[in-house]
């Protein structure tokens, strides 16, 4: 057996012996969904500037407003096209057994939930690109409907109840997490048994907390990653693979019955 294999079946057993089972994942579980991550060479950080996202920017700069809404109502965009891929698969599968204590994500996809997980197992810590909010009134509206406003040629659009200005629903930088998520999420981290991270370079605070927190609650930290993380270190099993290629079968094995 070679080593990944081994490694594999390792996570299954642990799998098999743990009750909750948190996972957390971050852009690289989407790439084999064909959304680019940050930090890769052809990620979003290669050809749009970080500076363009911050919250500071976007409250103050109609031109970085217009940049946003440009970007979020292109109908070719990948990020409302794409499918979920076997790793968010695997994960559905996983609750099957029993075990999914919850899914802790970075993403903004929403893949997690097309893939057929129910809404109040998914912790979204940097919200969610499917929808945009008034900033007055708190209204929510589907991007989709938005982008159908920016086809009509409106430079900005604004919310259809009280003309406010509108936000796309993910977490800029600079911006506060939604508060009660990020609680649940910490609350689910200390109580669980065995933590899963798929696709994420642990570089991204506070985020990068729930498995930490895990670790130093007594849970085993299983970190599967292509490139390296920054809580490599802190791993009880570090895989260096795909995780539409690891988790799947993680997953088939650990809810085989008989021997992993
Ligand atoms: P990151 O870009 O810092 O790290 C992604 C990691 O995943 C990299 O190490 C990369 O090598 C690895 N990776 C890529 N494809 C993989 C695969 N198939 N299997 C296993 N590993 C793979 O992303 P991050 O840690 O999530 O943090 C950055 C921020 O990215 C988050 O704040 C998140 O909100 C945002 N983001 C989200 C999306 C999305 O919603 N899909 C896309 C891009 C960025
Ligand atoms: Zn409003």
């Known amino acids: 057996m070679n080593t990944i294999d081994a490694q594999i ?13 948190l996972v957390f994942t971050g ?49 070719d965009l990948s990020m409302f096209k794409a ?42 810590l940097h919200g969610d690109l499917s929808h945009a909010k008034c900033l007055e009134c708190g209204s929510r509206f589907p991007m989709q409907t938005v982008a159908e ?23 800029l930088f600079g911006e506060q997490l939604p508060t009660d998520v990020l609680l649940e999420a910490e609350r689910r981290s200390r109580n669980c048994d065995l933590c899963i991270v798929l696709g994420s370079t642990l570089s991204v605070y506070p ?5 930490r927190y895990a670790s130093e609650n007594g849970a085993k930290l299983v970190i599967i990653n292509l490139g390296p993380t920054e809580l490599d270190s802190w791993a009880d099993i570090r895989i260096e693979g795909k995780a539409g290629e690891v ?3 993680i997953v088939a094995r650990a809810a085989k019955t008989g021997p992993a």
């Not at 940050?38 to 996202?53: C, H, L, N, T, V």
Request: hydrophobic share 35%; glycine share 8%.
């Open 207 to 211: 985020a990068a907390l729930i498995p």
């Open 247 to 249: 988790m799947p079968d």
């Open 149 to 171: 406003w920016m086809r009509s040629d409106i430079q900005e659009p604004v919310c259809a109840k009280c003309s406010g200005m509108l936000k796309p629903d993910a977490v």
């Open 27 to 75: 852009a690289g579980v989407s790439t084999e969904s064909g959304i680019p991550d940050f930090r890769s060479a052809d990620g979003i950080w290669s050809k749009y500037d970080p500076e363009d996202f911050t919250i500071k920017k976007f409250l103050s700069d109609k031109n970085a407003r217009k940049m946003h809404w440009d970007l979020l109502s292109d109908g």
């Open 83 to 124: 499918a979920p891929n076997p790793a968010h698969h695997a994960i559905t599968d996983l609750k099957k057994t029993g075990k999914l204590y919850g899914v802790v994500t970075q993403n903004v996809d929403g893949l997690h939930q097309k893939a057929g997980l129910p809404g109040e197992l998914v912790f979204q």
């Open 9 to 21: 079946k390792e996570v299954a057993d642990l799998i098999r012996r743990s009750d909750k089972v």
